[in-house]
């Protein structure tokens, strides 16, 4: 039955690490690859070591279980914080793997050296292979590890959902569900059980809402909701909502020409927001009633801009209203002085042929 369990948990993370490779863009964020990647290395270890009948081969599939403390949590943690939108020198990715590399250079010295584990033997329980162990000095050092991490991601998440703006506080749920599912599997599940472990599944689990993150992520990333070359552009602003008129993104050149945008919590509508309400609210109730007018003329001042309202698309399903906002004060101007230069030429030629006409009488 266990072992039926974690070739199950297995097959179940390899069928969402090839879903997640399929629907992959290069958009998404690096760790969540990592985490897709490692996760079925992991839940096979644990199959491994069920499956020995060798205190050898116990060992060599519990030391690939331990992947999962030491890649997976940091990479689960870096994803916070870049989900969250909160930037670390890249420094901190370079110390995060190699600490936990040589902390899982240190679990590899199982039978070898007492610094991980000071014994270990083999037993089989209904054909199962369990490690009878005592745990050396290291492994503490691995504990306090995971506990800090956990400690940290937490932070993150909280103090994301709280104060930052510019964050999806659906995004941030999901994040601490992780986070809180993985550490209780891991110190909880030994509390109800030695026989088994829950942190094949709780990975599993994992992978299920990072699948639900990166089906949202693109919503949430400017460079996925529009054409990156009018992004990189500058002079173009690019917002999007949903059809509840919640705020989604935009990129710097639209917080520059609605700097009410700054004050709006990501998935928060814009009603309530005065400025927001009178133009770009306004504008997309008007494409709502007639798609076809959805193109229209602002003015900030001394700027004049040009708006086009579209649909959002996530894929192929509608998500809600794209804004794209052109600056045409140069285009503004010349249609300006074209039209005065016209108004000045028909002047010109109305007193001309009201002067040929006095002459003919």
């Not at 964020?29 to 069920?50: C, K, T, W």
């Not at 509840?244 to 990129?251: A, D, E, I, Q, T």
């Not at 050149?253 to 709006?264: G, M």
């Not at 285009?331 to 002085?337: C, L, N, P, R, S």
Request: net charge neutral; with cysteine; glycine share 6%.
């Amino acid at each position: 039955m266990v072992v039926q369990f974690y070739v199950i948990t297995f097959l179940l993370s390899v069928f969402l690490s090839g879903l997640y490779l399929l629907n992959w863009h290069r958009h998404f964020e690096p760790n969540i690859l990592l985490v897709f990647m490692l996760v079925p290395i992991v839940d096979l270890g644990y199959v491994m070591l069920a499956r020995a009948r060798s205190l050898d081969a116990a060992v060599f599939g519990n030391q690939i279980t331990y992947i999962g403390g030491c890649y997976l949590l940091p990479f689960i943690v870096l994803s916070t914080f870049r989900l969250c939108n909160i930037e670390f020198d890249y420094r901190v990715n370079v110390i995060f793997v190699l600490f936990n590399t040589l902390i899982y250079l240190s679990s590899l010295t199982v039978g070898i050296c007492p610094i991980f584990y000071k014994s270990v033997d083999v037993r089989m329980v209904d054909g199962t292979a369990e490690l009878l162990k005592e745990y050396g000095p290291l492994h503490t050092v691995f504990y306090a590890m995971m506990i800090i991490y956990f400690l940290l991601s937490l932070g993150v998440s909280i103090y994301s959902f709280f104060n930052k703006l510019d964050t999806s506080n659906k995004i941030v749920i999901r994040l601490l569900l992780t986070e809180v599912i993985t550490i209780i599997a891991f110190f909880g599940g030994r509390m109800i059980t030695k026989k088994l472990e829950f942190v094949p599944l709780a990975y599993v689990v994992d992978q299920l809402i990072y699948l639900s993150i990166a089906s949202k992520m693109c919503l949430y990333d400017i460079n996925d909701t529009g054409m990156e070359s009018l992004i990189q552009s500058g002079d173009t602003g690019l917002i999007s909502f949903d059809f509840k008129y919640r705020y989604l993104c935009s990129n710097k050149t639209a917080k520059r020409i609605f700097p009410e945008l700054y004050n709006v919590k990501v998935d928060t509508t814009i009603a309530g927001h005065k400025d927001l309400e009178e133009t770009i609210l306004t504008w997309i109730k008007e494409f709502e009633k007639n798609p076809a007018n959805n193109k229209f003329l602002y003015k900030d001042g001394e700027r004049n801009y040009f708006v086009e309202v579209n649909i959002l698309y996530n894929g192929k399903r509608k998500s809600g209203y794209q804004l794209f906002v052109k600056d045409n004060t140069r285009e503004q101007e010349y249609i300006a002085m074209l039209n005065k230069y016209n108004a000045n030429l028909q002047t010109k030629l109305d007193e001309m042929y009201t002067q040929l006409g006095n002459k003919d009488q």
